[in-house]
């Protein structure tokens, strides 16, 4: 199985791979995949609408996201999900950010609760990757999106997040 992934991803790749724009900077594949480690909950679900990155001598810039609603859980033990695949300038990366939206929720013992996810819907949650963009080769960056250490009860009774996200 792993053989095939690194088979797809080496396809992807060449097809995505260097190009020059009418600008005539440099532009390469990047795609970002999201993990999460093991957590304490039926589900723990994030409404992802935007990722954007930053470049090291840019500003931010929107790249193609698969917009939904994410059950963190279901990516535990090894299983990713695509949430960006689009060519972006070749490059030094600062930070990455994923602006969610307002269907985030929580399942705790069969019982669904809003999940607050403060600024997480306008300054987004953001994540320094310093990481330098290859020219010629698909980037895959894979983010691990922490539900366990992410989810704070409070003491009402309600739940927010606050955000645990690491590069792997």
Request: with cysteine.
């Amino acid at each position: 199985m792993k053989t095939k992934i690194i088979i797809g991803m080496a396809v992807l790749g060449l097809l995505f791979s260097c190009k020059k724009e009418d600008g005539g900077s440099t532009m390469t594949a990047m795609e970002v995949k999201m993990t999460d480690a093991p957590g304490d909950y039926n589900q723990v679900n994030v409404d992802l609408q935007q990722v954007t990155i930053k470049m090291k001598n840019g500003g931010w810039i929107n790249v193609q996201t698969n917009q939904g609603v994410y059950d963190l859980l279901k990516l535990q033990n090894g299983i990713d999900t695509t949430v960006v695949v689009d060519s972006v300038p070749t490059g030094d990366i600062e930070q990455i950010r994923f602006i969610l939206g307002p269907n985030n929720t929580i399942m705790v013992d069969s019982t669904l609760y809003p999940l607050a996810t403060p600024s997480a819907m306008q300054s987004g949650l953001k994540l320094n990757l310093n990481k330098f963009l290859l020219p010629n080769f698909n980037n895959v960056i894979l983010i691990d999106f922490d539900a366990h250490e992410s989810i704070v009860e409070q003491g009402n009774g309600d739940y927010s997040l606050k955000p645990v996200l690491r590069t792997l």
